[in-house]
């Protein structure tokens, strides 16, 4: 799991090495629908390609040169290529490099018909997979009076909407019907694919001006997780659809994956099963849900009853040993709390979010230390990363107080060995957090 403070920039000698052949303005422009031109049409020095950021025009104009030489998606591909794809492919009877179930999610893998003119898979994640077909906005928005809006009517997504950012990240973070990591690619060798909006964005990095809006961060979190819990039902419904159901990616790794221990000093036995339908039950994963809800609580009650209704049933039904008669059941309960879900989304793209409304939710996440901490990893996860998400986004006028962020470090300290991770121990280190943000008056 990345943290943020393990993102080290790379230094000035080596962006200077990438001067790249400039390809690019006065595209051929496509009539109708915007095509696919590759990242090359993007990276000429005078357009997103210089080396040092500019500050004459409203964008940096060295975005090429931080997403080539800094940005994991610009490796997406060659990832394909590594040891560890190479056994998933053996293992999966499949060739990586050429493979759409991994070209999907990395590379710009498109229809011929959608391709402009030709490039490079082997460039991985680039511009177009996230800012959306270029050819029919390439030529005319580099004109100094056109409009970012002008840009979007022409094909261009629209990610400073954190809510289509977000939909756009988890295509691949989470997965859709057409891009999937279920958990025989996991046993394979892919990682887990785990998702926060706002420290994801942090570690990209981004090639673009930091927004200078006040309580941003906690905005964007909030969004990313609404969001993230909209489009984790959606692939639950899907999973639960398919013959292979249950699918272990849908269920807590943990349950399964934990290091075993003498009984007495088991927390989970002590902890009992309540999300079990018996003792050893594998239950639904909630960290798609788990802090979720608590923003529920705060932004929107009443989307948040229904929500606590929806999905006390689903962990009820997901545990069941007998899934085969209930998935109708189990169906229905995930389509109404995914309509309970894109309504949550609506609410929280609309509300405000002031320094106020980011200390209590730190608080309120504190406060659940023992359920989050019971959820096990992936719940501690999420629950680690919004907390350091929200006090970024908080102390951003007041510089970070020292107390709290050691103890938010600490949390993600102990997440290092997922199968060793302490319920107990996490627990009690989230409610220092909330003790820390006390003494600091927050
Ligand atoms: C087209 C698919 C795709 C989209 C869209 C996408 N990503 Fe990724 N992302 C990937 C792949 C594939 C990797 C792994 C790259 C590698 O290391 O090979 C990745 C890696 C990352 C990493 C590095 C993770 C780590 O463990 O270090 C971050 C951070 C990240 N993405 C953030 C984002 C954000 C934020 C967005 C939305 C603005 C986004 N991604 C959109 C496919 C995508
Ligand atoms: C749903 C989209 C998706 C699909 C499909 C997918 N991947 Fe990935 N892959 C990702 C993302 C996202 C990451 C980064 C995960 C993270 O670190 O959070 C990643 C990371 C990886 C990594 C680790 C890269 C690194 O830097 O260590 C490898 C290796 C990999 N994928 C190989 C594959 C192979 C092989 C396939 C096909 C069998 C495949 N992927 C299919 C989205 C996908
Ligand atoms: C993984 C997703 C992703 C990839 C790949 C990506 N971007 Fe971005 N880009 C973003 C996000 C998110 C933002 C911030 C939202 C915004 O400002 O529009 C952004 C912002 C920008 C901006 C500033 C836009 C503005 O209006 O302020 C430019 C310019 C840009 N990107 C160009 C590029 C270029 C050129 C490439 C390829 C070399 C690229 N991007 C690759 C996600 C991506
Ligand atoms: C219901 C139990 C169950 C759940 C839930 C489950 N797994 Fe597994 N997993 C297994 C089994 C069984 C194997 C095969 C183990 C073997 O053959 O040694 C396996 C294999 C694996 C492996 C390869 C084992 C190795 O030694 O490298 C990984 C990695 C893995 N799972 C990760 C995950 C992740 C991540 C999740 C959650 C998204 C998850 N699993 C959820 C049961 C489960």
């Known amino acids: 799991m990345p943290s943020r403070a393990g993102w080290l920039p790379l230094t000035a000698f080596l962006l200077a090495a990438l001067l790249l052949p400039a390809a690019a303005a006065g595209q051929k422009q496509s009539a109708s629908v915007s095509k696919y031109i590759g990242p090359g049409s993007c990276s000429a020095t005078a357009c997103h390609g210089g080396v040092q950021p500019r500050n004459v025009t409203r964008v940096l104009q060295n975005e090429y040169s931080t ?20 056994r998933m492919g053996r293992i999966l009877g499949l060739n990586p490099a050429s493979s759409q179930r991994c070209l999907t999610c990395h590379a710009l893998n498109v229809s011929a018909g959608m391709k402009g003119r030709e490039f490079d898979l082997s460039e991985g994640v680039s511009c177009e997979s996230c800012h959306g077909p270029a050819s029919a906005w390439l030529g005319p928005h580099t004109v100094k009076s056109w409009t970012h809006e ?21 295509d691949c973070h989470l997965g859709t019907a057409e891009k999937e990591v279920n958990h025989e690619m996991i046993a394979a060798g892919h990682p887990d694919l785990v998702f926060e909006l706002d420290s994801y964005t942090a570690i990209m990095p ?24 909209r489009d984790a039902m959606k692939r639950l419904a899907r999973h639960v659809q398919s013959p292979k159901w249950p699918e272990y990616a849908e269920l807590d790794c943990f349950a399964c994956h934990h290091s075993l221990t003498k009984p007495e000093n088991s927390w989970r036995q002590e902890r009992g099963y309540p999300q079990s339908a018996y003792a050893g039950a594998p239950p639904y994963n909630t960290a798609h849900y788990a802090v979720a809800r608590i923003l529920a609580k705060e932004v929107d009650a009443s989307a948040a009853q229904e929500l606590e209704r929806d999905l006390t049933e689903i962990y009820r039904l997901i545990a069941k040993p007998d899934t085969g008669s209930n998935k109708n059941d189990l169906q229905q309960s995930v389509t109404r709390a995914g309509d309970v879900a894109n309504r949550f989304a609506g609410a929280v793209e609309s509300a405000s979010f002031d320094r106020g409304r980011t200390a209590r939710l730190m608080h309120a996440i504190t406060a659940q230390a023992e359920t989050l901490a019971d959820e096990d990893t992936r719940t501690a996860e999420q629950a680690a990363m919004s907390l350091d998400a929200l006090f970024i986004s908080y102390s951003k006028e007041g510089g970070e107080k020292g107390e709290v962020r050691n103890a938010i470090n600490t949390l993600f300290q102990q997440l290092q060995n997922p199968s060793g991770y302490s319920g107990p121990r996490f627990k009690e280190q989230l409610r220092r957090v909330g003790a820390a943000l006390r003494d600091a008056g927050i």
């Not at 954190?162 to 939909?167: A, F, K, P, T, V």
């Open 67 to 86: 997403w080539a030489v800094q940005d994991p998606h610009a490796k997406a591909y060659r990832s394909l290529e590594n040891s560890v794809s190479q």
């Open 150 to 170: 002008q840009s979007l009517q022409l094909g261009m997504l629209d990610l400073r909407s954190l809510s289509r950012r977000s939909e756009n990240c988890l």
């Open 206 to 229: 981004p090639h673009w001006k930091l927004p200078t809006e006040a309580n941003f961060g906690a905005r964007a979190w909030s969004i990313g997780q609404a969001t993230q819990l």
